[in-house]
């Protein structure tokens, strides 16, 4: 992972998508790293993370997007060249410091990394995030190769400190994961950074933001007229029957050209920045052109911009876009399109092969671990309120949980909404509503809606699923985590601690393994009113392996077939369980050694693990 830091121009490395990012920002000269991890984007600041002690930058797992995006911005501001990174939806957190970002300015250079996910692999929407760069006035890189991963990366970086503006770098998934080599560059040597005090400029006072705004709107049309003639566009003239593409379309496009053998049949217009948008460059294509098709993922944002631009100049060229194959949603591929170039070019479709899911496939349902603390919770909670209570959840690992047996998500919305939700339910149904939020996701964003709770009276009970760490996104640390683990000296912020200090009075901390404790205490909270909060505290069984080294001494076995195994089987749902002929057995190479079934039923006996 070194040679990221340490590799010398010229050299070749076969990068994730993800390390490329990296490495280009270690060429561009950044400072400051800080970020919200997040799915695809979680590698960047993973790898910045195992660099950060060799490395001259500072990094650090903010609390959540917002925060990540301030102190970033604090950085930039003193004149550090700064990267933030997040996943798509985290812009919607970050969104009200990026507006005012985009008015006073960045002089160190500010660089947002969006990872968005057309799809939604691992997201709850498939937003497109090019929207943002519109709103609020950011010149956008989209990269289409690991290559230009980094090299945009470096670029962004140097374009934001030239014109002292924050950039977004627009990814998807396909970029963030994809794996390629990459041609390292130079690494660039940054001044010492320096505060320069001028609060008519960076204290947006209506006043101020009122004279920042013309600047803002002047900076992005000389940023325009630069990226203009930028090599990050290129242009191809070949025949009057032309292609515009911007994002991962780019790379798919050059497949199928040179799969259908058209490359002096179809010019083409690559566009790796795409806004401010390259007007002058888009009209000298279209007026090369009678007819062009636009390809791009989700919205058709470069489509209405090149239908504007045909507009304005009253040219009479042909614009092809979304239809019923090139939708507004998912991905494409290069099966897309190429049905789309075939047809646009009235050639007969033969496809040749697909690296496409087949749809024959049996399917796979989300499922919690072996031995996942969170199953415990929802099987005692089953056991007590069953379908009276209405279930809240949350964005982490125990959304999993929304499938039967386990029924424990009943809606959801975002990061944090589960406390905030859960009262808006529970007040409008005057039903009990169980809110379900795991540690990290209640740093992230729990804790106001637990403040409102408390403070307006609402009836919830909140069981904050601590499993000490952020799971789902790779065991990223969070305030609450045992520092020490991650080679850190960060304090250790007490979950129940600040419950309390919230003003909530009836607070509980157990361990779910422990089914008895368990049941006991939500039998208790179900017979009392107001906010009340149970803190089911046990490590990630994947953390206590891999990271604590716990060593696994016992699993369990079916001593006895009987109607309360079959019963465990599946209210638990524990993928360790499995059926042959007609018994139920137990795998002991992915049983964790949890014991939570062996409290269900005597059936089900400790015996040791062999050790290999």
């Known amino acids: 992972m070194k040679y990221l830091l340490e590799g010398k121009p010229g050299e070749k490395h076969i990068l994730l998508g993800n390390e490329a990012i990296v490495r280009g920002a270690i060429e561009g000269g950044v400072g400051f790293v800080s970020c919200y991890p997040g799915t695809p984007s979680s590698e960047v600041p993973d790898t910045f993370f195992k660099l950060s002690k060799y490395g001259d930058f500072y990094f650090e797992y903010s609390i959540n997007e917002k925060v990540a995006l301030e102190v970033g911005g604090g950085a930039a501001l003193g004149g550090v060249p700064t990267l933030v990174t997040m996943k798509h939806v985290g812009v919607n957190v970050a969104a009200d410091p990026l507006m005012s970002l985009a008015y006073i300015g960045t002089p160190g250079g500010l660089v947002l990394l969006s990872a968005d996910d057309p799809g939604c692999h691992s997201s709850q929407n498939e937003q497109d995030n090019r929207y943002y760069t519109r709103l609020a006035g950011l010149p956008c890189f989209e990269p289409s190769t690991a290559q230009e991963a980094k090299d945009y990366t470096k670029e962004a970086l140097i374009l934001s400190r030239k014109w002292q503006q924050p950039v977004m770098l627009r990814t998807t998934t396909r970029i963030n994961h994809l794996r390629s080599q990459v041609i390292f560059g130079e690494k660039l040597s940054i001044p010492k950074p320096n505060f320069e005090r001028d609060p008519f400029r960076f204290v947006p006072l209506p006043a101020i933001a009122r004279m920042r705004h013309p600047i803002l709107l002047k900076n992005l049309e000389q940023i325009q007229k630069e990226i ?36 002096e049949d179809i010019s083409l217009l690559e566009l790796g920045i795409t806004y401010p948008v390259p007007e002058g460059l888009i009209l000298k294509f279209l007026k090369s052109v009678e007819e062009v098709l636009v390809l791009e993922e989700l919205e058709p944002i470069l489509e209405n911009e090149v239908r504007i631009i045909c507009q304005k100049y ?39 092969g697909s690296c496409e899911t087949p749809e024959d496939l049996p399917g796979r349902p989300p499922n919690l671990c ?14 007590i309120f069953g379908d009276d209570a209405i279930y809240a959840t949350d964005i982490g690992c125990y959304t999993l949980g929304f499938l039967p047996p386990h029924r424990a998500c009943d809606f959801l919305f975002c990061m944090g909404s589960s406390i905030s939700g859960g009262s808006g339910m529970a007040k409008a149904s005057g039903k009990t509503v169980i809110g379900y939020i795991g540690d990290s996701t209640f740093f992230h964003s729990g804790i106001t809606g637990l403040i409102n709770a408390v403070h307006n009276n609402h009836d919830l009970i909140v069981i904050i699923l601590n499993n000490e760490t ?30 309390k200090a919230c003003g909530v009075e009836y607070v509980k901390t157990i361990n779910p393994l422990n089914l008895n404790k368990t049941l006991e205490v939500l039998k208790e909270v179900k017979d009392l009113s107001g906010v009340r909060v149970i803190i089911a505290k046990q490590p990630c069984t994947l953390l ?9 001494r016992t699993v369990a076995y079916v001593a006895e077939q009987s109607e309360e195994v079959e019963r465990c089987l599946y209210e638990l749902a524990c993928p360790a369980f499995y059926r042959k002929d007609d018994k139920i057995l137990i795998d002991e190479s992915i049983c964790s050694g949890c014991m939570f079934c062996t409290q269900i039923t005597k059936s089900i006996k400790v015996k040791k693990k062999e050790q290999n």
């Open 228 to 263: 203009e003639a930028h090599p990050f566009n290129k242009m191809s003239l070949k025949t009057r029957r032309g292609i515009i593409a911007s994002g991962i379309s780019r790379a798919y496009i050059k497949d199928v050209i040179a799969d259908l053998g058209i490359e």
């Open 314 to 352: 009253n040219l009479t060229t042909k614009v092809v876009g979304k239809d019923d194959n090139l939708t507004r949603l998912f991905e494409y591929s290069t099966t897309k399109i190429e049905k789309a170039v075939a047809k646009f070019l009235a050639k007969r479709y033969t496809p040749k």
């Open 370 to 383: 072996p031995g996942c603390p969170h199953r415990a919770v929802y099987y005692s909670v089953r056991k």
């Open 544 to 552: 206590a392996q891999r990271v604590l080294k716990k060593k696994q």
């Open 470 to 499: 952020t799971a789902m996104t790779g065991h990223q640390p969070h305030p609450g985590v045992e520092s020490t683990i991650f080679g850190s000296n960060n304090k250790r912020v007490d979950i129940e601690a600040i419950v």
